[in-house]
């Protein structure tokens, strides 16, 4: 008998580990189950064009509808998983029926942080986004809670729509967790010029409403900022009850996630793991997922690639995961674009120019090459990718002069043959 892959999660992940499960030569039956009524779509939009008005709902599906039929995936929408049987390979749905595996891949992502603060907005999926476009279309101020990437994007979307708005940030600086200090200072200059007013160091103390809405939201320092919506954008955590419950290994890190090796697999190895709810070791490092070196990306690139690297297990080719992370925010008229990982940086080149918001930051651990911030220099994002996918370490000197060829050197250093 050809054997089953049930896949949990019908977003990024899950769609794309059934397409890859299917080009490496999986003939079996796939399941593809998600809780979202919705077919698996496309979520960057939800806090940047499509708030605006400017992206069509009808665009935002991942998949033509064909792609389903054609690949043999049975997409089974409004479908909660409850519960999984490790031990009869089985998965429960909802509705008390269940589902047997030979391959069963976890993909079930995030779900928003929340505060409890009734009436307030949160932006994960479709339906909240709907829920948001609509409230915010009569809205004059608003107030969004927490100053990450979802945070400042909404903030640029509702202000650009005309709403003022007022971001309240309990760090020090915006994008605290997930940027550099220089990167950080100019999107808090761009918003601001914008019109957006900042209050970092603060935290929400009170709240009042009025005829069920929130119309004054009370910091800690005792300032009221009078409202008519409030968004909160404070993070997400991964949905890793089930894996939990069935007594999958876990990364130790807080906020970690299913650990998996370098392959994609669980601590069963009829189980594997994709995207936002996984926690992996980079490849080639002696530690394992359970290690606080671990690490859980919440992006686009990284439940596509980690995907494929899950697919490829279940077919039998096991080839490590070793993409070069990417990310991606357009706020306003910026794009900014990220490549690799900064975390442990000791310093950095600035490449381009700050004041015609056309720049990159390179920045590295001694002469190592760790990581590239871009605004508005979309080639060069991709040339970081390139370097950093091929091991290359240009010099700070070399990148900081903009008329330095970067594109003619990385040419030449994958041709030079290795001593
Ligand atoms: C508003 C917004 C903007 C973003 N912008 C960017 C961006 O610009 N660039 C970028 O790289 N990333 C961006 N991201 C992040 C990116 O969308 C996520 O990293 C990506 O969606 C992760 O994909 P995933 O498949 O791992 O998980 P998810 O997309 O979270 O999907 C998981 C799915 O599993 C389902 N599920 C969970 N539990 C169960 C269960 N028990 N049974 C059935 N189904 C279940 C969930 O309902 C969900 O549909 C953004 C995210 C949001 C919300």
Known sequence: ?????????????????????????????????????????????????????????????????????????????????????????????????????????????ARVRTLAIEGAFYLRDLAD?????????????????????IGLEVAASLRQSGAEVTVVEAESRVLARVASEPLSTFVL????????????????????????????IELDDGARLSCDLVVVGIGVVPNVELAQSCGLRMASTPGGGVAVDAYARTSDPAIVAAGDCASFVPHGSATDATDASALRI?????ANDMAKTAAATIVGRLEPYRAVPWFWSDQYDLKLQMAGLNTGWTHYALRGSLEARKFSLFYFRGDA??????????????????????DLHPTQQQVSDDAFDLKGWIAQATTRPSA
Request: aromatic share 6%; net charge positive; no cysteine.
């Open 1 to 109: 008998m050809k054997p089953t892959l049930v896949i949990i999660g019908a977003s990024y992940a899950g769609t794309q580990l059934a397409a890859s499960a299917r080009e490496y030569g999986f003939d079996g039956r796939i399941v593809l189950l998600g809780e979202e009524p919705d077919a698996p779509y496309q979520r960057p939009p939800l806090s940047k064009s499509f708030l605006t008005g400017q992206f069509a709902e009808a665009r935002l599906p991942l998949r033509s509808p064909a792609f389903f039929d054609e690949e043999r995936v049975e997409w089974r929408p409004s479908t909660r998983v409850t519960r999984i049987d490790r031990d009869r390979r089985e998965v429960v749905l909802h509705d008390g029926t269940s589902l047997r595996y030979d391959h069963l891949a976890l993909t079930t992502g």
């Open 129 to 149: 986004a709907r829920r948001l476009a609509e409230a915010s279309r009569t809205a004059r101020s608003v107030v969004v809670i927490g100053g990450g990437y």
């Open 189 to 216: 200059e761009a918003h601001t010029a914008q019109g957006v007013q900042f209050r970092l160091n603060r935290k929400v103390a009170a709240l009042h409403a009025r005829a069920g809405h929130i119309d004054t």
């Open 298 to 302: 919440e992006s686009v690139q990284n």
């Open 369 to 390: 090459l760790l990581a590239v911030d871009s605004v508005n220099r979309p080639q060069e994002h991709m040339l970081a990718r390139k370097l950093l996918a091929g």
